[in-house]
């Protein structure tokens, strides 16, 4: 009996369909990738509502740069990942510089 895709496999190919401008691929993903990318915002940053934020911000770039996903750099959720840590850590940097400013 064939088996069918892996997860990872199958998230690279809803990334390629959305890269393409498939709005119903890129929704799939989201779905699928959302609440671990929550989830990693929140132990970063120890807030839901700006994991929420950093979250929405990921996304935002990951349609934006969908056809810049490369499957033989890695997978399409580590991709995804990458992308929300870099946006929470950023997030948190910001916050400390504010509150570093706002102390002296």
């Known amino acids: 009996m ?3 895709p892996t997860a990872e496999e199958a998230q690279a190919r809803l990334l390629q369909r959305a ?3 498939d709005r119903q691929a890129f929704a799939e993903f989201y779905d699928q990738t959302s609440a671990p990318l929550f989830s990693l915002a929140v132990r970063i940053l120890g807030d839901a509502g700006e ?3 950093v979250l929405q911000d990921a ?3 990951i349609w ?3 056809a810049a996903f490369d499957r033989a750099l890695g997978g399409a959720f580590h991709w995804a990942l990458s992308i929300t840590r870099h946006r929470a ?3 948190l940097r910001s916050r400390q510089r ?3 400013l706002v102390d002296e």
Request: hydrophobic letters at 40%; glycine letters at 14%.
């Open 2 to 4: 064939p088996e069918g």
């Open 19 to 21: 890269a393409a401008g």
């Open 51 to 53: 994991a929420e934020e």
């Open 59 to 61: 996304f935002v770039q």
């Open 64 to 66: 934006g740069k969908a």
């Open 89 to 91: 850590i950023d997030r």
């Open 98 to 100: 504010r509150a570093r």
